[in-house]
């Protein structure tokens, strides 16, 4: 909603400013389509030369993504905490019907319960793996840890390429806006015998380049791969949470000591309430 909005009055504000004083549009309407061909042709292409087709992929998603917003919020992460408390509880008292769920969680109904978490395959197996793991090397939960780290710390890297790979971009516009002024201005220069109305309006048209690639990278590009970078930070707390709530239980706490360490880990804009967690658990604690 808000990117909308930021849309619209980066829009209104820039070329309604310009208008405003004085300023004529049919010169930069003219000379759009040719600039936007050189620059904005030129900043794809090199786009594709510089990334992988996961990070293509994911950077041409993450504008939609952007505008969305993150996929995980409070009550996601309130389910998450009672799914792991539910499994950790499990684990405790019974580890051989802990094995059912971990094995097959699309047949488990404390996994079905909760089907946006079921749906991501990240959080699944991030949850799955870890508890395999640690009913493998319970006299060593810090191994079981560390591996947990590295796997989040790699998941935070992978998700961090899409933005890094469009803040790229918006880096290389202003220079490429440069390269298509000077294209213009060679034209210009090659039709120096016209008269001075002629040379005014093709000079114009050259600083539509770099015009063009400012605009483009600190007014669009760049803003988007912040907003995508601020996206993917918030959606890898999740992960986090996940992880605070599994080592936790590694080291053998209590189980709702557990799952209010994954509480207070989370960011505080998108973290449960201490009350409305603890009214989700006595519930479970009933229906169990």
């Not at 890094?164 to 440069?178: K, V």
């Not at 120096?192 to 483009?216: H, N, R, S």
Request: aromatic share 6%; hydrophobic share 45%.
């Amino acid at each position: 909603m808000f990117g909308m909005i930021g849309i619209v009055v980066t829009f209104a504000m820039v070329f309604g400013g310009y208008v405003l004083a004085g300023g004529h549009l049919e010169v930069i309407m003219h000379s759009l389509p040719h600039e936007m061909m050189m620059i904005g042709g030129a900043a794809l292409g090199s786009f594709l030369l510089s990334n992988e087709t996961a990070t293509i992929k994911h950077a041409l998603s993450g504008f939609g993504r952007s505008l969305k917003g993150p996929k995980w919020h409070e009550s996601d992460l309130q389910d998450v905490l009672c799914l792991l408390f539910q499994l950790l509880r499990i684990a405790r008292a019974n580890p051989v019907e802990l094995e059912g769920h971990v094995e097959e969680p699309a047949n488990s109904p404390i996994f079905q319960a909760y089907p946006k978490i079921l749906k991501d395959e990240q959080a699944v197996a991030l949850i799955t793996d870890t508890l395999r793991s640690a009913s493998l090397n319970y006299d060593d939960p810090y191994q079981v840890e560390e591996m947990l780290s590295q796997r989040i710390g790699l998941m935070n890297e992978e998700a961090m390429h899409a933005p890094h790979a469009l803040q790229n971009m918006a880096d290389a516009l202003p220079a490429l806006g440069i390269v298509a002024a000077v294209l213009g201005v060679i034209k210009t220069m090659s039709a120096i015998d016209q008269p001075p109305e002629v040379l005014g309006k093709m000079i114009g048209g050259a600083l539509v380049g770099t015009f063009l690639g400012v605009f483009l990278a600190y007014a669009l590009v760049a803003p988007f791969a912040q907003r995508l970078q601020a996206v993917m930070k918030q959606d890898q707390s999740f992960y986090d949470v996940i992880k605070s709530v599994l080592v936790a239980g590694l080291h053998q706490h209590a189980t709702n000591l557990c799952v209010e360490v994954g509480r207070q880990s989370a960011p505080e804009h998108v973290r449960p309430s201490f009350g409305n967690l603890e009214n989700a658990l006595r519930e479970l604690k009933r229906a169990s």
